[in-house]
């Protein structure tokens, strides 16, 4: 059964740059047929799709976070990863890791259980 | 880029009820629509995809239609374990957005 789990700073300050890792488990994050995403939900409000990435590192950005985000991979340790730069309490949210398919249909499927990342001084 | 609206935002029915949640995309998107269904404090879950077909262990009172930018997500007989936000989703052109989610209630 393909698991996902999301790590990293539950606190980051204003300003500073979100890291988060989603370890991928039951599964190969190098399969030809996925990509592997992010997304994030603030506090009491809707999702948000963050940026997506295949195992080559092609990646896909939400064009209003663009200019701050960054996703990697690494396929040796079955990982991907998120950065989002100069974070302000906007960017409080749960951030969740999920996987769709490389081919239509691109629905999310397989989701980590969310870590909330909480921006403040 | 393309925007996805939900309506209504909330909605408050009765066990046994048919509910209808609509999606409208702002241009075409063929059948490229998911739904996802979040409890409080859960995880989304995905409930529809490809605009009408049941992800597996999909209860069957669950259905979705539509196609180009009209969508709806429809719950039969509402049921005590449905309260949840419903959240549709377009992928397409490079893009996943969701709409801003539809609070389903029991009254």
């Known amino acids: 059964q393909l698991q996902l789990q999301e790590s990293g700073p539950g606190l980051v300050k204003p300003s500073e740059t979100l890291s988060l890792t989603c370890t991928v488990s039951g599964g190969s994050i190098s399969s030809s047929s996925y990509y592997w995403g992010w997304i994030r939900q603030p506090p009491g409000k809707g999702l948000e799709w963050i940026g997506s990435i295949y195992y080559s590192g092609s990646t896909y950005y939400n064009p209003s976070l663009k200019s701050r985000v960054t996703i990697s991979v690494d396929t040796s340790k079955n990982q991907f990863s998120l950065k989002l730069s100069s974070v302000t309490a906007a960017d409080t949210a749960v951030y969740y890791c999920a996987r769709h398919k490389y081919q239509l249909p691109q629905h999310f499927d397989y989701w980590g259980q969310g870590t909330l990342v909480t921006v403040s001084s | ?107």
């Open chain 2, 1 to 107: 880029d393309i925007q996805m609206t939900q309506s209504p935002s909330s909605l408050s029915a009765s066990v046994g009820d048919r509910v209808t949640i609509t999606c409208r995309a702002s241009q075409g998107i063929s059948n490229y629509l998911a739904w996802y269904q979040q409890k409080p404090g859960k995880v989304p879950k995905l409930l529809i995809y490809a605009a009408s077909t049941l992800q597996s262990g999909v209860p069957s009172r669950f259905s979705g239609s539509g196609s180009g930018t009209d969508f709806t997500l429809t719950i039969s007989s509402l049921q005590p374990e449905d309260v949840a936000t419903y959240y549709c989703q377009k992928y397409n052109s490079a893009s996943w957005t969701f709409g801003q989610g539809t609070k389903v209630e029991i009254k």
